[in-house]
């Protein structure tokens, strides 16, 4: 039986996760690691799965955004070194310890807090990054003198360990490189610093996807691989130049609900903002905004029936889309693709994005718990998460 009752969810090609992985180690130098970025829930993937997928296939670190996002992946037993990308609090640094998660830190007195919430603390010192903000304004110091003093709190410190230090760009996936080349100009300048100070660098890393794809002579000891693990490019130009050949993880599927066929004209969804014309075919598909799929969707995006694009029409529900299909063929039961391929024809993420004005990261980070994660391996389904039933604790 499975696992979750609703004819709509997110299938996820764990081969894809894995060509991407490979394409890239094909891509860097042999001395560069692969830290495989799972924050997001994997970018809506599901983190547990890609993180998996992703150290089978040559990954050896992992990244997220803050330190529960690493202890999913602890709790669901995986072993590798984990770096949280941001800001930790300061009263969860012992979590930290138990759990073997590397923290970043970017000013003196965090590390000063930090060393006093461990003082008694019988656990192992937690690995430390430094993080270094060379133009993209967020989180990391910002001058020499600011580095040595977090380097040397550190350096005094028996409860932290000074393990990395790295710096994350603004514009690397931009035709014009001037940015992302004083970003590094900088970075290497912070590094000279340290020799010059005769200490001795711990990992270095900077590049994210972009910055992977751009400049593999920068990738240090490892690159911090984000979208381009789940076969997306960073942005269109980056998919213009097609300098790797990335292979798009994420499907989003569904079933025809209903199907009526239009006798006389009638309006359909909220405010009436499409008529149905006399023989049109309309079907009812089980998902809405309340599921990530955009409201700003309505009346202009797009789904696959049988193998052809069939408009949306009407306003995008809650739960539910409204779709115009061709005459004879689909009938109720049959599987729509709302983002992937079917037949010959693709709706991407990239496609979707620019519909709805914003970046495909976002795309499929907005897809939510409510829809089940089906994993596939070799056209063959291997798992499913599904989070909302696993969320269903008794009161
Ligand atoms: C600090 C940091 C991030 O916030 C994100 C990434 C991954 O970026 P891409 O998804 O563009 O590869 C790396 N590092």
Not at 140 to 146: I, P, S
Not at 351 to 369: F, K, R, S, W
Not at 387 to 392: A, D, I, M, Q, V
Request: glycine share 8%.
């Amino acid at each position: 039986m499975k696992p979750y009752c609703r004819d709509t969810w997110v299938e996820v090609d764990l081969d894809a996760i894995r060509a991407n992985v490979q394409t890239f180690r094909q891509h860097l130098p042999a001395t560069t690691g692969i830290m495989a970025v799972v924050k997001a829930d994997g970018y809506g993937h599901g983190s547990v799965q890609v993180a998996k997928e992703a150290l089978l296939a040559g990954a050896d670190t992992l990244a997220v955004a803050f330190l529960d996002e690493a202890i999913v992946l602890r709790q669901a037993g995986i072993e590798a070194p984990i770096l949280v990308l941001g800001y930790t609090p300061v009263d969860s640094v012992e979590v930290a310890s138990h759990r073997r998660v590397e923290l970043t830190a970017y000013s003196e007195e965090w590390v000063f807090q930090a060393e006093q919430r461990l003082q008694d603390a019988a656990c192992p010192p937690v690995g430390i990054h430094i993080k270094t903000d060379t133009g993209m304004g967020r989180l990391g110091v910002r001058t020499a003198d600011e580095l040595l003093s977090v380097v040397e709190a550190l350096e005094r410190s028996s409860k932290l360990a000074w393990t990395g230090i790295f710096t994350h760009f603004a514009c690397a996936d931009e035709a014009d490189t001037t940015h992302v080349r004083r970003q590094h100009d900088t970075f290497q300048s912070f590094l000279q610093v340290l020799r010059d100070a005769g200490k001795t660098l711990p990992k270095v890393h900077c590049c994210n996807t972009a910055a992977a794809i751009a400049f593999p002579e920068w990738g240090y000891d490892t690159i911090r691989l984000g979208i381009g693990l789940y076969g997306l490019y960073p942005s269109s130009y980056m998919k213009e130049q097609a300098a790797v050949r990335l292979h798009p993880a994420l499907s989003l599927k569904t079933r025809i609900a209903h199907v009526k066929v239009a006798a006389e004209p009638f309006t359909v969804s909220y405010g009436a903002t499409y008529t149905a014309q006399p023989g049109e075919r309309i079907a009812t598909l089980p998902i809405g905004y309340a599921d990530g799929y955009s409201r700003l969707l309505s009346n202009r995006g797009a789904v696959l029936v049988k193998g052809s694009r069939a408009p949306i029409v009407g306003r995008v529900c809650m739960d539910q889309i409204m779709v115009r299909i061709e005459q004879g063929s689909a009938q109720v039961d049959d599987e729509v693709v709302l983002y992937g391929k079917q037949g010959n024809e693709e709706i991407s993420l990239d496609e979707v994005a620019a519909l709805i004005g914003t970046i495909n990261y976002e795309v499929p980070c907005m897809l939510n718990h409510r829809i089940p994660r089906v994993y596939v391996r070799q056209g063959k389904e291997i798992a499913v998460v599904h989070l909302l039933s696993e969320k269903n604790v008794p009161v």
